[in-house]
């Protein structure tokens, strides 16, 4: 065997080892969480605009991800590329809910229509 096909050999198993860590994280995984206090100094138009750009990542990520899925490595790449950013999307996602729910915020999602709840 050539010293370069091993040696290329070698890096490819290295690369798959080191992705399975990433891919292995799930929506579910406790791994991701926004830093805390990360949305404190939001009112609730603001939670409601952040929340609105969140979604739109969201959907947005995911629809690379399908994409990249209906190619055979496809899937492996877009797990590569794209899941953590989406975990961590998703994590924001909940402590924005959070802190919505916390300052009492009606649950529309629209700007326009997010203000406190007495």
Excluded: W
């Excluded at 799930?26 to 603001?46: Q, R």
């Excluded at 190619?71 to 989406?86: I, K």
């Amino acid at each position: 065997m050539k010293p370069t096909i091993f040696a290329t050999g070698l890096a490819l198993l290295s690369a798959l080892g080191s992705a399975g860590c990433s891919m292995m994280l799930d929506d579910n995984s406790v791994v991701y969480s926004a830093a805390p206090g990360k949305y404190d100094y939001l009112d609730c138009k603001g939670i409601a605009a952040r929340t609105s750009l969140n979604m739109q990542r969201s959907a947005e990520l995911s629809s690379l991800m399908q994409r990249a899925g209906q190619d055979p490595m496809g899937s492996f790449v877009g797990n590569m590329v794209y899941r953590d950013e989406y975990n961590a999307n998703q994590a924001d996602q909940l402590a924005l809910r959070q802190m919505a729910d916390q300052k009492r915020c009606a649950p529309d999602v629209n700007p326009a229509n997010l203000t406190p709840m007495h």
